[in-house]
């Protein structure tokens, strides 16, 4: 195995780009210091980080986060695929009855149903979106569905916003951060 060595000092000295200097290494010592700078903004970044917990769905595998919707406890699916977030009628003092009337979307894929138009505060662990427009629907069959309770879900409208989310599997946490 043959290794060249470039002294960090030589490198910055020299003004060599990060690639050049990457490119000039070989073996053991390119995945060290690949190692090192890949470690190095985690590091930094990880105080600006949120960790909130999640759990399988039974049925399907979904992504579910406890969070608290207009002050009450809620299970909601994260829902990157869906363009609305989505809560149960309970959840924002509507009336049951009253969804059935309501416009039904055209478009879309997966999860459709009647819905109206309200404001809601969300909570899901350090993060809060306040007065933000949801969509109110009947959330019975879904929960029938999943063999579990489900409050609706949590849609990219409101995820956009954090910038980044990363999924640990083997921690079970959404990793969410500005």
């Known amino acids: 195995m043959e290794l060249d060595y470039v002294h960090p000092k030589s490198i910055a000295k020299e003004g060599w780009s990060r690639q050049a200097a990457m490119k000039s290494l070989t073996g053991a010592a390119w995945w060290a210091i690949s190692a090192a700078l890949a470690v190095t903004p985690a ?3 990880a ?3 949120r ?3 999640f759990e399988n769905s039974r049925v399907f595998g979904l992504f579910l986060v406890r969070v608290e919707a ?3 406890p809620a299970v909601l699916i994260v829902d990157t695929g869906s363009s ?4 149960s009628p309970d959840l924002a003092d509507v009336a049951p009855g009253s969804v059935d009337n309501a416009a039904s979307p055209t478009r879309g894929s997966g999860f459709r149903g009647r819905g109206v138009f309200r404001r809601a505060t969300l909570k899901v662990g350090c ?3 306040r007065d933000r427009k949801v969509v109110v629907t009947d959330t019975r069959e879904l929960s029938k569905t999943l063999g579990q309770r489900v409050d609706g879900m949590l849609g990219i409208d409101l995820l956009s916003e954090l910038g980044v989310i990363v999924v640990d599997f083997k921690n079970h946490k959404l990793i969410l951060g500005p």
């Open 127 to 129: 993060v809060t979106w």
């Open 84 to 87: 609305v977030t989505i809560i």
């Open 51 to 53: 960790e909130i917990p």
């Open 43 to 45: 590091l930094s970044q």
């Open 47 to 49: 105080s600006n980080q």
């Open 70 to 72: 207009n002050g009450r």
